[in-house]
Nanobody
């Protein structure tokens, strides 16, 4: 069974950086995976942060463009989210997600069935 194990969360000051990792067991690039990072803050619905579609195209929400980068290392079977210039509003529980045979260019949360356990990101001023 495919399992997702994420790590890399922690506490950082405003303007700092973190790199989140998500090991996707049994991942193979030929299975047309969708991949993504989502976050949830108290009182808010879970929201997409950045995604990789089944054709490899990437997308990110407007307020993280230029600061966050999503990438997949096929050899290590690991999904990354590089977060730079962190802001207080970035503080949240971050979840990675994966879906084989996805067939979506811009996947949303409903397209994913495999989820990580979450990793906490705190940003202090």
């Amino acid at each position: 069974q495919v399992q997702l194990l994420e790590s890399g969360g922690g506490s950082v000051q405003v303007g700092g950086s973190l790199r989140l990792s998500c090991v996707v067991s049994e991942y193979t690039p030929d299975r047309r995976y969708c991949l993504g990072w989502f976050r949830q803050r108290p009182g808010f619905e879970r929201e997409a942060v950045a995604t990789i579609g089944s054709d490899g195209r990437t997308s990110s929400r407007e307020d993280v463009k230029g600061r966050f980068t999503i990438s997949m290392d096929n050899t290590k079977k690991t999904l990354f989210l590089q977060m730079n210039n962190l802001k207080p509003e970035d503080a949240a529980m971050y979840f990675c997600a994966a879906q084989p045979a996805c067939n979506r260019f811009y996947p949303t949360s409903i397209d994913f069935t495999l989820w990580g356990q979450g990793t906490q990101v705190a940003v202090s001023s």
